[in-house]
């Protein structure tokens, strides 16, 4: 395919969508992406789109949120992997809030199999999910509906979460930095986004390597709240990804990195990474996870091991 034609074609796909990964647009024009990204950043020359860490998006793109329909066409393997990697840290009985977003909805198809969960959202895409889990209790907030990400906004939202308590909120957002945290394009997001924040005692973020280092007009959840960010693994030469993690890291950061393939355990640390310093522990306790980027199920496991060797122990002390 001539450079002309792999052009064209790639701003059809980002005005189809909105926004586009350089992933799948390598995929479609059946090209690496080197030659995508060199491809991209013509037509940004041209004034025709905005690259943005990871893909391309219409002009504008730092204030113009995408809509469901176009999110839900990006990244969707690194979105699945990164919920089955997630749902690791749910628990059987627990409390939790998760946020609106297609990442989030992915979490919570998985969250239907685990018993005697409560789930209090303000994502009817969340709550669809899980409708038919009979060992689910779903709790709705008020407010009203924004159309574009099928979610719940405004006073009456945030009002129906004052006095709420929870273990962990899932939250997701359209960038992600080490310098401002977490944020979003809409104001009223961001807002009910942070009172789901004030609800938690713990806050795990879920965001694909394309929105690492990318920073939108309103913050929602500052670097130094986030408890742990599940991600992707960034591709190898993507060194900007994987200098926002080491830098997110640095600020305490719990990191557990999903491999693309939809693994529930997720992939073992790249040894490009492995040669980086340790990470540092949790901050908020024992319940924030091992140190590191190390496999969440690993961590689950290893703290169940624990609990089942005190209670042997125990039982061995009574007799």
Known sequence: MFAAERRQLILEMVRANGAVSLRELARVVQTSEVTVRR?????????????RHGG?????????????????????????????????FVEEGEAIVVGAGT?????????ARVPGLTVVTNSL???????????????MTGGTLRGSNYALVGSGAEQSLQGLRVSRAFLSGSGLTAERGLSTSNMLSASVDRALVQAASEVVVLADHTKLGTDTMFQTVPTDVITRL?????PAHDDRAHTELQALADQ???IAVAGATGNPGGDEVPARRQQRPALPGPRRGPSAGGPGLRSAAATVLGEQGAERERARVADLRRR
Do not use: C, M, W, Y
């Open 103 to 111: 990442t989030t909805q992915e979490l919570a198809r998985r969250l």
């Open 125 to 139: 895409l969340v709550a669809q999910a899980l409708a038919h889990a009979n060992r689910v209790e779903v709790v």
């Open 39 to 51: 491809d991209v950043r013509a037509l940004e020359a041209e004034g025709l789109l905005d690259r």
């Open 56 to 88: 391309a998006v219409l002009p504008g793109g730092f204030t113009r949120e995408s809509g469901f329909p176009q999110k839900s066409h990006l990244a969707t393997a690194e979105k699945t992997a990164i919920a089955d990697l997630a749902a690791n």
């Open 252 to 254: 305490g950061v719990q």
């Open 230 to 234: 599940v991600t992707d693994d960034p």
